[in-house]
């Protein structure tokens, strides 16, 4: 079982849609939460850290359900610009230097 | 501003080989790790160093080594070059440990084939 699982997509959606993200992970004692956005070929960038009350960053809500062991993030009204792949990043257990990163999320988004 | 700068971009290499990535950052960063990303599999942590003088393994380290005698330096080894080694590498950094608050940042990445 992966330490960290996310649909690898692609979520296809038109301009203005609103989308949404899971993230599963496996150590319940994991502390850290990040979501990380990757375009084709290029590094991946931070999006947004993940608090337990959840946050926001204009169009962008990272969400966290501890009972469940899921984050999640939703994009409202996606633009074109949004495409790319989002990772899902999760510190391993009690150990703040080692992380587990999600395969991606694909996200294209249409005119 | 040049962040995380690492070298080589491409590089194509014949099994048994040796080579080395380098990798180097202008921020004055104490934590510095390398990552590879394969397809399907997302990044993996290789080895990492909290600092001049540490380093430790991470997820995948066979077959790999790394040292850290500056705060700015953290060249990754391939010892013998495998075709299992094929794969797009990181180099990251962080301020501190990489919790909420202190951001990754990577390098451009490396792409690295063996054949």
């Known amino acids: 079982r992966k330490e960290v699982e996310q649909d690898p997509g692609p979520f296809n959606v038109p301009e203005g849609a609103t989308v949404a993200f899971n993230c599963t992970y496996s150590?319940?004692?994991?502390?850290?939460f990040f979501w990380y956005r990757q375009d084709c070929r290029k590094e991946p960038k931070l999006l947004m850290s993940?608090?337990?009350s959840g946050n926001e960053d204009g169009r962008f809500t990272a969400q966290l359900n501890r009972a469940s062991q899921y984050i999640s993030l939703l994009i409202r009204d996606s633009k074109l610009s949004d495409s790319a792949t989002y990772l899902c990043?999760?510190?391993?257990?009690?150990?703040?230097?080692?992380?587990?990163f999600g395969s991606g999320t694909k996200l294209n988004v249409k005119p | 501003n040049a962040g995380v700068t690492q070298t080589p971009k491409f590089q194509v290499l014949k099994t048994g080989q040796s080579m080395t990535l380098q990798c180097a950052q202008d921020?004055?960063?104490?934590?510095m790790s390398w990552y590879r990303q394969d397809p399907g599999m997302g990044l993996r942590l290789i080895h990492y160093?909290?600092?001049?003088?540490?380093?430790d393994q991470g997820e995948v380290p066979n077959g790999y080594n790394v040292s850290r005698s500056t705060t700015e330096d953290f060249p990754l080894r391939l010892l013998s070059a495998a075709p299992s080694q094929t794969s797009v590498y990181f180099c990251?950094?962080?301020?501190?440990?990489?919790?909420?608050?202190?951001?990754?940042?990577f390098g451009e990445g490396s792409w690295l084939t063996v054949v």
């Open positions: 160093s909290v600092g001049a003088g540490i380093t």
């Open positions: 993940v608090y337990s």
């Open positions: 921020m004055n960063h104490e934590y």
């Open positions: 150590n319940s004692a994991s502390q850290s």
């Open positions: 990251a950094s962080s301020r501190g440990q990489p919790v909420s608050g202190n951001t990754i940042y």
């Open positions: 990043v999760v510190n391993m257990g009690y150990n703040f230097n080692k992380f587990y």
